[in-house]
């Protein structure tokens, strides 16, 4: 049943002009990075984590400097970057590299996709390795600030010299418009979105594969178990399973059939 669904998947990704992957909270799981509301997630374990984490963009606004130290104190982002990309961030990069994918599109924060190898990601929630401004929109490498955020200093921006958050989109922080629109139009002008570890209900992420089916796409998912996307008819199909073990299946059947062609 798996097998056959592979080896579907494969022979669709084949027969796509414009095939894109989207992806969420369950691939970063397999390089270790804890979810947030699975049953041993940050938040399920800590209920006033998550308080905090709605809170903490009105903080930013009314105090950068509270807001940073804060951001420091935080252990969440020395364990994502410590993680490493798994066999699932890899296949991406592969299926990118051969052509076959033309772009990811990602809810994690955890910059593994690009430290895998693929080249046009677009980090719709942000990522953690960037400082972005919120007034004039520029982002900058976090390294070029190094040193403002280890004296305890808000780094400010270079562009509008006001203050910078981290690139990361928070609770009641608007998605920035620019990977807004890149990502939307992605999703009008796929004929395959290859949806991998989300169930794709955290909105206005969640927009983008039922806009692809709208626009007349194909969507696939790869996913532990069943999604509000399988539930209402917005995947053509699912292939069950972990993704780090799925995708790297679908790679070698895609490179199977090339031979074949
Ligand atoms: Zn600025």
Redesign the pocket.
Known sequence: MELELIKMCARDLLNANYAIAFTGAGVSTESGIPDFRGPSGIWTRDPEAERRSYEIFGKFLRNPKEYWEEVLKSPFYEILEKAKPNPAHYALAELEEMGIIKAVITQNIDGLHSKAGSKKVLEFHGGIDKLR?I??G?RFPRQEFAKEIEERKVPI?K??R?PLKMDVVYFTEQIPTDVYDLSLAEAMKCDLMLVCGTSAVVYPAAELPRVAKRRGAKVVEINFEETPLTLEGVSDYIIKGKVGEILPKIVEEVKELRKKQ
């Open positions: 401004c007034y004039c520029c921006c562009n509008c006001s």
